[in-house]
Every structure is written in structure tokens, then in C-alpha cells.
């Protein structure tokens, strides 16, 4: 079956492609990615603003008031804010930290209320404390910590989605007809392309590089589009229903509420039994006490709340991963030169020898193995073209970023490593930075729901929390210097 795939791969390479059945298909993609586009900012979650008043507290659990505030996303704070809920209803007692330890202490009790009945998702957290309770003394909060990719934090998510969908609040993001639109044109894309490589098999593969180069870029992107696709009709991404949004509004308004009662550095260890208010704080994440006391799971990379402007709002965070994002604009314009000039000529010789204009010598030495000579210089010829692009794109963004920069003023939201925010397989995330430090940086300040994190080296790192004027250049992201407000950094 191996050889057969192997084998069709070939034939479909074989033949020089077809460069109008190229075009189309790359046309036909870019509309589908385009239709996807379109689709992802409709179906996102809304920003609901709260409610006047915030009345009683609502009876939804507060891991649903953590989805609901979240943008339909459980975060790590709601696992804490179930914990500390079942504190507040006597299922669970929380301790201070001992002296040589700075974390919290759990243990499991027998006070609840008589008839107080545990949901699916806030048994799963009790049976999760049980199962470490194995001596009389309290768990340290660093025993019941859980991975956010591990299957125990999927099956919490899914009992809590379950939860809230039952109770009309969310819904499924994408609607199996809105799907359809992108899917068809990429499909349709995918069959013009296989139309277009069975193109002149009397044209060299030396002469016809650049558009093999092509017909492989277009079909990545064919399948990377697919990916995303298949990735949002088989997951479960999820929005509020209108009955959602209008719970959220007046979530929001207790969120307001908790903050002016000065609920954020309260300890989780401090509460009282019959008071559930801190765990509705720590689900609309206010409760910042709670969570040193109680780092349960890692806090969502891409959403945070900020208070910078003076209203209290959710942003989103992203890490850019494009080409040469993070290098010093010099460095970045002069490698991308050198790494370009250096595809040309490998390009040019390659060529020539694949033609048998070079390299003479290795020719009449392997008389007979002049078809694999030719055919490895080919070879050669077309990877060659892969360094002359990234060069141009890398050098490009260097000249936009030499004299160009950008400063900002705020809140560091996020301090991540690349190797916990890149989209790549854990084996290979960790093999990413080796010994050099990057940092990605992303800072608020105040004046836009989206935040672009840059990347900073150890100089000008800023840890994740502290107030910030931030300078990066705008294309490439690299932090040209940091400085913690208040402060005054010598050069």
C-alpha cells in the first residue's frame, strides 16, 4: 500500500503542472480561506457589556459562570473556583500553607448541607481530592494540580459544557451549513489541483522548479485549510445562546460587584462555610489571592482580564509564528539577504549541473550513473528555491522594521515561552528554544480587545503581571527595550 501511495505521489509530480489549472486552484483557495475567515469572525463569541444591576446570585455552578465569562472557554480557574465552591458547601475544608510551604491545603469533610447535591463535573473534582487523601494529613495544592491538555481536564470540560448546554446557555459555534461553504471550495480547489499536475511530461523538472515549487505550496495550504475544516466540525468549540448572553450580562454585573467588596486578595483558606462569593470571584477571575494560594491547572494562554482603561475586560492573546518573527530587524535584513543570495547560487549550480553544463567531471567518472547525478541535482535545484523565498520574506520584514517602532504602555497579560504557545507536537515544542532564552511579551494598554504578544531575549524580559513601556518593532515583534514603570534601565 506503502509503494502504491509512493508511486501515485510520483505520477502526480512526473508531469510538469498545468500553470492556469495552478492559478485557479490557488484563486479557489484563497476564496475558501477567505469564506473560513468570514465564518470564524461570525460565529466568535460575543463581548456581552453587564447588566445595570446584578440582583440575587444566579443558581448556574460557577465552572458554567467561568465558560460564560470566558468567551464559552473553561479556564483554570474554574476548576479553583469549583474547589473553593465545594469549600463553601462543606464538601471540601481549605487550609493556609505551612510554614515551609507557600500553597494552600485541602482535605475533604463531612459538613455539607443535608440535601446539597453534587453536579457530574463538581463530583469529578471531589472523587479527584478523595483519590489523593490518603493519610490523615491535608493534600498540598501542588498534589491536585492537572494538565489542561490531559484527559482528565477534557472530561471535566465536557461534563461542564454538558452542564451549561443542558441548561440552554451555550451552543455548538459552528452550524454544520456555514461549514459546508469553505469545505465545498476546498474540495473543488483539491480537485483542479489534481486536474493541473498531470500537466507536459516532455517539459525537465530543472525547467519547471518554480511552478512544482508552487503546485507543493498550494497543496499544503489545500490541506492546511482542510485541517482547519475538519478541526471545527468535529470539535466542540462553543458560543453563548441568547439566554447566555443574557446570563453573562448579569455575571458581569456580580463580577463589578465582587471587585469593589474587595474580593481579589482575599485567601482561599480564610473563607467561611455558607459564603459562596469567592468562588464566583475566582470563576470570573477577580479572585487573584485564591490563585497563588491554589494553582490548580495553568491559566489560558490566549484570553486574560485586564483592568487597563479603567473597565474591566476580557482580551484575547495571540502569538504570531510567522517568519522571522522575534529577530533584531539588522539581523533579519541581513541574513534574509545572505540566505537569499546563497539559494541564487546553489540555484544556478544545481541547474547547471543537473543540464550537465557543470560538474563534467562527475559525469564522465560515473558514466552510467549519469540518470541519478541528474536527477539528485534536480533535486537539489528545487529545494534550493526554498531559502531564496524565506530570505526574501525574512530581509523584506527587516527593511519594513529597521527605523520603525512602536511603544506601549501597560500591563504585561502574558509572559509564555514559545515552546508552551506553538501549535507543534510537544516533542518537538521543547527541542524548539534549546538554551536560548525568548520570551514571548504580550502588554495592554487599554485600547484593544486583541493583543499581539512580541518576543523579548533575557535583557528585556518582563515578568507576566508588572506595569511596562514596552518598544518593539512593528513587522518582525522584537523587543528593542523594556522598562518596568518606575524604573529607569541604564543602557
Not at 164 to 186: C, E, K, N
Not at 321 to 332: M, N, S
Not at 370 to 387: C, K, M, R, Y
Not at 439 to 456: C, E, H, I, N, P
Amino acid at each position: 500500500m506503502l509503494i502504491g501511495m509512493m508511486g501515485l505521489g510520483w505520477d502526480a509530480f512526473a508531469a510538469a503542472p498545468n500553470t492556469s489549472g495552478l492559478v485557479i486552484s490557488a484563486l479557489l483557495l484563497a476564496i475558501g480561506a477567505g469564506a473560513l475567515w468570514y465564518g470564524e469572525q461570525h460565529v466568535a463569541p460575543k463581548r456581552p457589556q453587564r447588566a445595570g444591576t446584578s440582583g440575587a446570585l444566579r443558581r448556574e455552578s460557577p465552572a458554567v459562570v467561568n465558560m460564560l465569562t470566558n468567551d464559552a472557554t473553561l479556564t483554570a480557574s474554574g476548576l479553583r473556583a469549583t474547589v473553593i465552591d465545594l469549600a463553601a458547601r462543606g464538601w471540601l475544608r481549605l487550609l493556609p500553607p505551612l510554614d515551609d510551604d507557600d500553597l494552600g491545603r485541602v482535605r475533604p469533610a463531612a459538613t455539607a448541607y443535608e440535601g446539597d447535591a453534587l453536579l457530574p463535573h463538581e463530583r469529578l473534582v471531589l472523587q479527584h481530592v478523595m483519590a489523593r487523601f490518603t493519610t490523615d494529613r491535608a493534600i498540598p495544592a501542588r498534589f491536585l494540580a492537572v494538565d489542561i491538555r490531559g484527559s482528565w481536564w477534557r472530561r471535566f470540560r465536557f461534563l461542564v459544557a454538558d452542564d451549561a448546554q443542558s441548561a440552554g446557555l451555550i451552543t455548538r459555534r459552528w452550524p454544520m451549513q456555514l461549514l459546508a461553504i469553505p469545505g465545498g471550495i476546498v474540495l473543488l480547489s483539491a480537485l483542479v489541483w489534481w486536474a493541473s499536475v498531470g500537466g507536459d511530461t516532455e517539459v525537465a523538472v530543472v525547467d519547471s522548479a518554480e511552478r512544482r515549487l508552487w503546485a507543493v505550496a498550494i497543496l499544503i495550504g489545500i490541506v492546511a485549510l482542510g485541517y482547519r475544516v475538519v478541526r471545527h466540525a468535529v470539535g466542540r468549540p462553543l458560543t453563548h445562546t441568547e439566554a447566555g448572553l443574557a446570563a453573562t450580562q448579569q455575571w458581569l454585573a456580580v463580577r463589578q460587584r465582587l471587585v469593589e467588596g474587595d474580593f481579589g486578595q482575599m485567601a482561599a483558606s480564610s473563607l467561611e462555610v455558607g459564603d459562596r462569593r469567592l468562588a464566583y470571584a475566582s470563576a470570573t477571575c477577580v479572585a487573584e489571592g485564591a490563585a497563588v494560594e491554589f494553582p490548580l491547572a495553568r491559566e489560558d494562554h490566549h484570553r486574560a482580564w485586564s483592568s487597563v482603561g479603567g473597565e474591566a475586560r476580557l482580551v484575547r492573546v495571540k502569538y504570531p509564528i510567522r517568519l522571522g518573527y522575534g529577530l533584531h530587524p539588522v539581523a533579519a535584513l541581513v541574513g534574509g539577504v545572505i540566505a537569499s543570495f546563497v539559494g541564487l547560487s546553489l540555484r544556478r549550480f544545481f541547474s547547471d549541473t543537473a543540464r550537465g553544463d557543470s560538474l563534467d567531471s562527475l559525469y564522465e567518472r560515473f558514466p552510467e550513473q549519469d540518470w541519478l547525478v541528474a536527477d539528485l541535482a534536480t533535486g537539489l535545484t528545487v529545494l534550493s528555491i526554498l531559502p531564496i523565498v524565506v530570505g526574501m520574506i525574512v530581509a523584506i520584514s527587516g527593511a519594513a522594521d529597521v527605523f520603525s517602532t512602536i511603544e506601549r504602555t501597560g500591563v504585561v497579560l502574558r509572559a509564555r515561552r514559545p515552546a508552551e504557545v506553538a501549535p507543534l507536537p510537544r516533542f518537538i515544542r521543547k527541542r524548539i528554544e534549546r538554551d536560548r532564552y525568548s520570551l514571548f511579551v504580550a502588554v495592554d494598554d487599554g485600547t484593544q480587545g486583541t493583543v499581539y504578544a512580541w518576543r523579548a531575549d533575557e535583557r528585556n524580559a518582563i515578568p507576566q503581571g508588572a506595569n511596562a513601556t514596552v518598544r518593539a518593532s512593528p513587522v518582525l515583534g522584537y523587543v528593542r527595550r523594556a522598562t518596568p514603570v518606575g524604573h529607569i534601565l541604564g543602557d
